[in-house]
T-cell receptor
Framework: AQKVTQAQTEISVVEKEDVTLDCVYETRDTTYYLFWYKQPPSGELVFLIRRNSFDEQNEISGRYSWNFQKSTSSFNFTITASQVVDSAVYFC?????????????FGKGTRLHILP | ETGVTQTPRHLVMGMTNKKSLKCEQHLGHNAMYWYKQSAKKPLELMFVYNFKEQTENNSVPSRFSPECPNSSHLFLHLHTLQPEDSALYLCASSQDGSGGEAFFGQGTRLTVV
C-alpha cells in the first residue's frame, strides 16, 4: 500500500536559518512520482516540485532544494536562508504510475513557522 | 491566479440544507478532483473525474454527490451533512492520469451547524 509520512508536525525556526522538512514514503511500485506542495494561509496548494522514481538527482531551485534517496525511501525538502513568507504547511505526496487516475496520496503536512 | 477557481470560499450550512460547491479550471486539463482537508486527517481524495467520467469514488458517503458537466467544471452537491463534514474542500485539476502535477483551487471552507 502507498503511504507518505511526514513525522514533523510543526517546526519553528528563526528567519535566515536553514530548515529541512522530512518525507518518507512507502510504495510497492517501481515507477512512481513524488511531489511537494506548499499551502499558505490563503488555503490553496501550490505545486513546488515533482520527481519520478528514476531520477534521483537532487534538485535546487533558488533557496529550495530536494534530496531524493530511494535507498531510504525519503524525499526531503530544505529551505535555505528561510524567510517569513515561507511560513506555510508543506505537504509531501506520492502518486503511483500504474494508477491511471493520477491519484495522489498526501502526507499529513508539516506546519512551518518562520519567526522574524 | 491559480487557474482553478472555487466558489464559494466560505459556506455555513445547516444539516438539513442543500448546497453546492463549484470548481472551474481554465488550464485545459482533463482530470479534476475533489479533496477534503480536515484538522484531524491528511488530505483525503474524494472523487476523480477523467475526461468527464467519474473514475474514483473513495468510499465517500452519498450525502456528497459530484457532478462534472464538462472538463472545465466540477460541482460537489451537498445534502443532509453532519457537523463532522466541516472541513476545507479543495478542488484540483491535472492534465491527465500520467503523474503530472495537480493544480489546486483555494478551497471552500465548509462549516456544518
Amino acid at each position: 500500500a502507498q503511504k507518505v509520512t511526514q513525522a514533523q508536525t510543526e517546526i519553528s525556526v528563526v528567519e535566515k536559518e536553514d530548515v529541512t522538512l522530512d518525507c518518507v514514503y512507502e510504495t510497492r511500485d517501481t515507477t512512481y512520482y513524488l511531489f511537494w506542495y506548499k499551502q499558505p494561509p490563503s488555503g490553496e496548494l501550490v505545486f513546488l516540485i515533482r520527481r519520478n522514481s528514476f531520477d534521483e538527482q537532487n534538485e535546487i531551485s533558488g533557496r529550495y532544494s530536494w534530496n531524493f534517496q530511494k535507498s531510504t525511501s525519503s524525499f526531503n525538502f530544505t529551505i535555505t536562508a528561510s524567510q517569513v513568507v515561507d511560513s506555510a504547511v508543506y505537504f509531501c505526496a506520492l502518486s503511483e504510475a500504474r494508477n491511471r487516475d493520477d491519484k495522489i496520496i498526501f502526507g499529513k503536512g508539516t506546519r512551518l513557522h518562520i519567526l522574524p | 491566479e491559480t487557474g482553478v477557481t472555487q466558489t464559494p470560499r466560505h459556506l455555513v450550512m445547516g444539516m438539513t440544507n442543500k448546497k453546492s460547491l463549484k470548481c472551474e479550471q481554465h488550464l485545459g486539463h482533463n482530470a479534476m478532483y475533489w479533496y477534503k482537508q480536515s484538522a484531524k486527517k491528511p488530505l483525503e481524495l474524494m472523487f476523480v473525474y477523467n475526461f468527464k467520467e467519474q473514475t474514483e469514488n473513495n468510499s465517500v458517503p452519498s450525502r456528497f454527490s459530484p457532478e462534472c458537466p464538462n472538463s472545465s467544471h466540477l460541482f460537489l452537491h451537498l445534502h443532509t451533512l453532519q457537523p463532522e463534514d466541516s472541513a476545507l474542500y479543495l478542488c484540483a485539476s491535472s492534465q491527465d492520469g500520467s503523474g503530472g502535477e495537480a493544480f489546486f483551487g483555494q478551497g471552500t471552507r465548509l462549516t456544518v451547524v
